[in-house]
């Protein structure tokens, strides 16, 4: 295989587009927002691969792109966001699969109802595992927002889904 930097990028987008996807998906709450948040990222990481040093920059680079689109995105618009509907419980009450599957959709809805910056700080410094000051300079803003912003995502998370705390402390 050619080592090109077009069948390097071909290769990143092809092998790392699901995880990007979760990402996206997080700090949305939305499949197609998070798929929109993603091509975006790609294309400005398309455009600017030439000036990457290194083909493994490109998932810096993109994940960058989609924190700062992200930004913007609540920055510009204020739209209202929420969960379209009930979900179908299609899984076994009782079994493992069922309460992981809850878990997820708890997380899900809760997510869905924070701030698009609330869920941003979120997504990166525990899903991300970034710390206070890479989440500030991600989202460009203060350290102390971003610790404000997640103290109170984690509060609203507490109030909304209280079975995610329990889940947790059964875990640990």
């Known amino acids: 295989m050619s080592n090109s930097t077009d069948d390097l990028f071909c290769d990143f987008v092809r092998t790392r587009s699901p995880a990007l996807l979760r990402t996206a998906f ?7 927002l998070a798929e ?4 975006d990222a790609l ?20 994940r960058t792109a989609m924190y700062h689109q992200h930004v913007s995105w609540w920055r510009g618009r204020r739209v209202a966001e929420s969960m379209p ?21 708890a997380l899900h809805e809760a997510l869905a109802q924070l701030t698009r910056r609330q869920r941003a700080v979120l997504v990166l410094r525990f899903f991300e595992d970034r ?3 890479e989440a500030a300079d991600l989202l460009r803003c203060s350290v ?9 995502a984690l509060a609203r998370m507490r109030a909304l889904a209280p079975e995610l705390l329990s889940a947790v402390m059964e875990e640990a």
């Open 131 to 133: 710390s206070e000051a």
């Open 36 to 39: 929109d948040l993603v091509q």
């Open 144 to 152: 102390g927002t971003v610790k404000s912003q997640t103290s109170k």
């Open 26 to 32: 997080l700090l949305t709450g939305d499949r197609h």
């Open 85 to 105: 509907g009930e979900l179908v419980d299609v899984v076994q009450p009782g079994s493992d699969h069922a309460r992981r599957t809850d878990l997820k959709l």
């Open 43 to 62: 294309a400005r990481t398309h455009r600017g691969r030439h000036r990457l040093n290194d083909p493994g920059h490109f998932e810096a680079y993109t």
